[in-house]
């Protein structure tokens, strides 16, 4: 069970930017069947102060998540192993969140002005999704410099690119071969030593 919380716990960062598609399409939504009223408008007014107020809410709320997973990653409450893994599950789950939120800035470039907020939102949604996953893996870095599994300029150098678009992925990937390299090292190792 505890395996199962550990999971669950990091599902806000994992389907942060899927929670901003959905608020952004009900907006949408609510403001195509706007009928020009006033009651209308009031309604459309109303559905967008919430979605910006949940939107500023969830992100916070996620953001102090991967700041707690990567403080705890940092102190090696998860071992070397689980971080990198559930920062790799974070980083490809995400993939087609960045993909549609490509679409959407690509559909703003040929709209009027409509597509200026179409811009705005997958720019911000991509930088907030970035933001919060890179802060997730600081502490995998932190912990895997701990370790001796990374040098001090591989941690400082993997930190800083689990902020850039599309490096993030295979920076994921590499700590993710390096945690298991050395999971499987330490398991040879001590057979070994309790074998004699």
Not at 53 to 61: D, I, R
Not at 83 to 92: A, D, F, S
Not at 160 to 168: E, M, N, P, R
Request: proline share 2%; hydrophobic share 55%.
């Amino acid at each position: 069970m505890k395996g199962v919380w550990k999971h669950l716990k990091m599902l806000p960062v994992i389907v942060y930017p899927y929670l901003y598609m959905v608020a952004a399409c009900i907006v949408f939504i609510v403001a195509l069947v706007e009928d020009n009223t006033t009651q209308s408008y009031e309604y459309t007014m109303l559905s967008i102060v919430i979605a910006v107020f949940s939107a500023v809410f969830v992100t916070l709320f996620c953001l102090l998540l991967a700041i707690f997973n990567s403080i705890r990653s940092g102190k090696n409450a998860y071992g070397t192993y689980y971080p990198t893994r559930m920062n790799l599950m974070i980083k490809c789950i995400q993939i087609p969140a960045y993909v549609i939120n490509f679409v959407i800035g690509m559909l703003g470039i040929v709209m009027s002005l409509w597509g200026i907020g179409f811009i705005a939102l997958a720019v911000i949604v991509d930088f907030l999704t970035i933001s919060i996953s890179g802060t997730n893996n600081v502490g995998t870095c932190v912990n895997l410099y701990k370790t001796n599994v990374l040098t001090k300029g591989k941690a400082v150098l993997f930190s800083v690119l689990s902020y850039v678009y599309v490096v993030d992925v295979f920076v994921a990937i590499y700590l993710f071969i390096q945690a298991r390299k050395n999971r499987i090292r330490d398991f040879i190792k001590n057979n070994i030593h309790n074998g004699d």
